[in-house]
């Protein structure tokens, strides 16, 4: 399959277009089921009917979901000066016309955090547009249906309900959360509502899972690795596991002129020595990060030492067991710390997140796609979490990252990707999909 040389322009065009609905006029935002979310969700449909998807369709909590339908016969779409230099067998991978085919899904968010870019998530919804309107322009189609998602909600900007878009796409949607109020105490259920979808259905919006076969997504890298190695791409080992705890600590506040330096019981010391061990621990072994990013010293004063501090901690892994070690290491120098300074520690862990391996078989076939068009294959974890987390929990599923400007900076207005990174990404996205025919 040959794709045309405009794919980059048209996705960063699209992207450019795209940034102009904002909740806040002079920074791009949007929200859940705010007019702004509503008017992309309308414009995403619109392209995708022009890209020439055979169906478009809006579930009930606001994904706009493209297919793009299977040649008849297997073979169609795959023509011998494939850029992966793969032609599947037609007979082999032949359609049996008693039976539907196999599903192959991609896509991923089109909110946003408050005042961010036009790349984070979108860019995977708009790169296989691209590549589904070069498809239609050719009249060629891949021996599998292909869904395009735009997952409504992943961010959880408004009602703090991430992967809100994503858990109804593979059925595993929380119903509970459409009690959740924002910031205005309006209900999700009645947002919903207002934009002319039905609630109670949420729980019904689960794609074909039987005939799935595959997620992928298409994603900036949302940190500075690819930049820094001059890399254009990356291919996704797997999307960190992580663990967040809120740690209380409790000393005893006494006067700062008058209490002796070996007689104290100083909660804020006691922080400063876990905030340096964990960066430490995690510095320690490549793929483990650990982040301490509140600090509070509660009712601290310039001539007190502190009675209380309370402190975050966010560790993050490829795999489980690698989180696992360095908490428990953790814990116990907590625990050495405290009983040394005689300051109490209470710990609470507000979130867990199991690590999500992509799948081997795919990720050879994201490198193949790679090295034919002369890119050099590097892999790397992500340590960001992305809708294709709860995909994978139904599927395989894999990833491709995209370089990121601007010092690798995301969730930020400064966030850019260039064109021919973009146009790069998109042709190694048709090779995938080219190879990935092979296998159906």
């Known amino acids: 399959m040959k794709t045309s040389p405009t794919l980059g322009n048209r996705i ?51 994904n706009v979901i493209g297919l793009y339908r299977a040649a008849p016969s297997a073979g169609v779409g795959v023509d011998s000066e494939t850029n992966s230099g793969t032609t599947p067998s037609t007979a082999q991978n032949a359609t049996p016309a008693t039976s539907k085919p196999r599903l192959v899904s991609t896509g991923s968010h089109y909110d946003t955090v408050r005042d961010g870019g036009k790349y984070d998530g979108r860019l ?18 891949l021996p599998y249906d292909l ?91 797997a999307i960190n596991g992580g663990v967040r705890r809120i740690l209380t600590l409790t000393g005893l506040a006494s006067h700062a002129g008058t209490t002796p330096m070996d007689m104290r019981h100083d909660a804020a010391c006691a922080a400063a020595e876990i905030i340096l061990y964990v960066e430490q621990r995690c510095a320690s072994v490549p793929g483990l990060v650990g982040t301490v990013g509140t600090l509070q010293v509660v009712n601290g004063s310039v001539n007190v030492v502190p009675g209380a501090c309370r402190l975050s901690l966010d560790l993050r892994a490829p795999q489980d067991s690698m989180r696992d070690a360095a908490l428990a290491d953790i814990e116990a120098r ?20 199991t690590a999500s391996a992509c799948a081997p078989a795919e990720q050879a076939l994201w ?10 294959v590097y892999e790397l974890p992500s340590g960001a979490g992305h809708d294709a987390m709860m995909v994978g929990q139904v599927a395989s599923m894999s990833m491709l990252f995209v370089r990121c400007g601007n010092g690798g900076i995301s969730h930020n207005p400064l966030e850019t990707i260039t064109v021919e990174d973009a146009q790069l990404a998109a042709q190694v ?6 190879e990935l025919a092979a296998t159906c």
Not at 14 to 38: E, F, I, K, N
Not at 127 to 140: E, K, R, S, T
Request: glycine share 8%; with cysteine.
């Open 147 to 237: 869904e395009v998602v735009a997952f409504a909600e992943e961010e959880g900007l408004r009602f703090g309900s991430t992967f809100l878009g994503s858990s109804a796409y593979v059925g595993r949607f929380d119903s509970t959360v459409l009690e959740k109020t924002d910031a205005e105490g309006i209900t999700m259920r009645a947002a919903i509502e207002e934009a002319g979808l039905d609630p109670a259905q949420s729980a019904h919006c689960a794609t074909d899972i039987s005939r799935l076969k595959h997620y992928f997504e298409v994603h900036i890298e949302q940190g500075p690795v690819l930049l820094d190695r001059n890399l254009p791409l990356g291919i996704v080992t």
């Open 367 to 376: 490198a193949k796609a790679v090295a034919a068009h002369e890119a050099e």
């Open 429 to 434: 996205t048709a090779s995938f999909l080219q």
């Open 12 to 62: 960063m065009a699209w992207s450019a277009d795209l940034a102009t609905h904002t909740d806040h006029p002079g920074m791009l935002t949007c929200a859940y089921m705010t007019p702004a979310h509503r008017a992309v969700a309308a414009q995403l449909d619109t392209w995708m009917h022009d890209c020439g998807f055979d169906e478009v369709r809006h579930d009930a909590v606001g």
């Open 334 to 353: 907590i625990e050495e710390i405290c009983q040394r300074r005689g300051v109490r520690c209470h710990t609470e862990e507000v979130m867990r997140k």
């Open 124 to 141: 995977g919804i708009l790169l296989p547009m691209a590549i589904v309107a070069d498809l239609h322009a050719q009249g060629l189609r």
